[in-house]
Structure formats: structure tokens, C-alpha cells
């Protein structure tokens, strides 16, 4: 992993991101009597300020238990994610709790969209039609519409349904631009809400351990003492199986934009196997 630089700090700020990671015992007095409790912590700074954030959030809860100072209402669940690498400002790749790699981007617009909604016709004449056949005509259509003004459209197959990269402005998530495509191309509703909350979109990179039936594993942060090794071993036999597969397939690009990104080049290497004869 590095750690160079700062650069990503407002990235991992936003997605609410650590790179340090401490779990720590402490017993706190309930009713007389002592109690154990299990505080986790993430930090930006180092270990040592993980722990502190720790300890401190043990603090707290006896003062909650003493009526001292109230629950707080808005906190915001971390992400717990290992982060794998701070590519710039705004991409970084984290691994998920499943064991695959994501790459967390405000710079390229990304969607997934997993299933075709058929016209009030469509419906009516019952007609058949092949579901990512569906997805692909629809946003050809949409973008012969021209919602997204000046952008170009790059298309790819998974193994569900298509990922559509739109390029040349950024789209925030939450925004009506956001809205209105959701809307119009039926985008996965978990990814797009997903999306909202860390502002920033989010691409797998990597198959699903499940597809490509291998043993899961789920993957904590911190690290479960003790477990440094298998998680080790289970990435060297998920790297492995890996290679067998794609995340993607290159389908067609919608617009004559210059679409030359190192991300684009990023997720093309990592999701794009020629050699792979089935998508997971």
C-alpha cells in the first residue's frame, strides 16, 4: 500500500476510509459490576492514533453508562475496508468485505445496470427480449437523447447485465443529473444509493469468490489477531482462480469524446480477460 502522500486524504475523508485500524479490550463498571468491551478505531495519522481514538471511545461509553453525556444520533458508520492503493486525489482501491478489490472514484462516472425494464408495449405484446440485449438499446437510445449532453458512453457486459461509463463531466452523486439517469436507465438502486452515501462511485475490479467457486472469506478490519496469514493464503488462492475470469467485456463506445484516462486504462487491466471464457 502507499502512503506517500496526502493526496487522498478528502477522498478517504469522504468515504470515511482509515488506513490505520486497532481494536482494543477495556472494561467499563455497569451497575457495579465490571464489564469487557471491544472498541475498534480507524485513524488517517498512524496506529498509535488509532488506539488513542480507542481508548477514548471507551471513555465515552462509561460516561453514557453514567448518564454523564448523551448517545450520539448522527454518527456515521466507517467503512471498513482495507485499502489497497491511493492511485491520487480521487481513486482508491479497497478491498471488500467479500474479498474482492473496489475502485472508489470521484473522477469517472460509473454505472451498473443489472436489469432491463421493458416498455408499457413491451409489456403489453409480451414480447421477448434478451436482458442485456435490452440494457445495451436502451442506452443507445438515451444517449442518442442526448440526456447527458457532450458525454461519451462506454459500454461493457458482466455477468449480470452492463456497466456504462459516461465520460467527459463529472455527474455527483445525489444530484438530478444523477437522478434522472438512475431513473431513465433503471441503475442498480443498492449501487446508486450506495453511491449517494460515500459520494464517489464504485466499480469491482475483481470477480466475486462465489462465481468462481472458491471458499469465502470475510474480511474484517482490523485484521483478527492471528489471522494475518490465512487472509494471506486465501488472496493467493483468489489471485489464482482470478486469472480464469473477467469482471467485463468490452462492448461498444456511444460518442466521438476523447476517452483517454488512466483510470479507464486502470479498470480495463484489471476487469478485461481475453482469455476468459465466462464473467464473474
Known amino acids: 500500500m502507499g502512503f506517500a502522500n496526502h493526496e487522498s486524504d478528502n477522498l478517504l475523508n469522504r468515504l ?58 448522527s454518527y456515521e458508520k466507517p467503512t471498513r475496508e482495507h485499502i489497497i492503493e491511493e492511485i491520487d486525489s480521487e481513486n482508491i482501491i479497497t478491498r471488500n468485505y467479500y474479498g474482492a478489490l473496489i475502485l472508489n472514484t470521484s473522477s469517472v462516472n460509473i454505472f451498473d445496470i443489472d ?28 444517449h442518442a437523447e442526448q440526456i447527458i449532453p457532450g458525454t461519451t458512453w462506454r459500454i461493457y457486459e458482466t455477468c449480470k447485465g452492463i456497466r456504462v461509463m459516461v465520460l467527459g463531466r463529472f455527474i455527483e452523486p445525489g444530484s438530478d443529473q444523477f437522478k434522472t439517469f438512475c431513473e431513465k436507465s433503471n441503475a442498480d438502486g443498492l449501487y446508486s444509493w450506495l453511491c449517494v452515501q460515500q459520494r464517489c462511485y464504485r466499480a469491482r475490479l475483481t470477480p466475486k469468490p462465489y462465481r468462481m467457486h472458491i471458499d469465502c472469506i ?5 485484521v483478527p ?19 480464469g475470469f473477467a469482471v467485463c467485456r468490452y462492448v461498444e463506445t456511444l460518442g466521438n469524446g476523447v476517452v483517454d484516462s488512466r483510470i479507464i486504462d486502470l479498470h480495463d487491466r484489471y476487469c478485461l480477460n481475453d482469455q476468459a471464457e465466462k464473467l464473474a
Open 16 to 73: 470515511r476510509l482509515f488506513r490505520f485500524w486497532a481494536e482494543k479490550e477495556f472494561e467499563v463498571v455497569i451497575d457495579g459490576e465490571r464489564r469487557k468491551i471491544r472498541c475498534r478505531a480507524g485513524s488517517n495519522e498512524s496506529k498509535g492514533a488509532a488506539e488513542e481514538l480507542c481508548r477514548q471511545k471507551a471513555e465515552r461509553v462509561q460516561l453514557i453508562v453514567d448518564k454523564k453525556v448523551q448517545r450520539q444520533s
Open 115 to 142: 436489469t432491463y425494464q421493458k416498455t408499457f408495449w413491451e409489456r403489453l405484446t409480451f414480447k421477448k427480449i434478451d436482458n442485456k440485449q435490452g440494457i445495451i438499446g436502451l442506452l443507445r437510445r438515451l
Open 218 to 222: 470475510k474480511y474484517r478490519c482490523p
Open 225 to 243: 489477531e492471528g489471522q494475518e496469514q490465512a487472509y494471506k493464503n486465501w488472496e493467493h488462492e483468489y489471485d489464482k482462480a482470478s486469472r
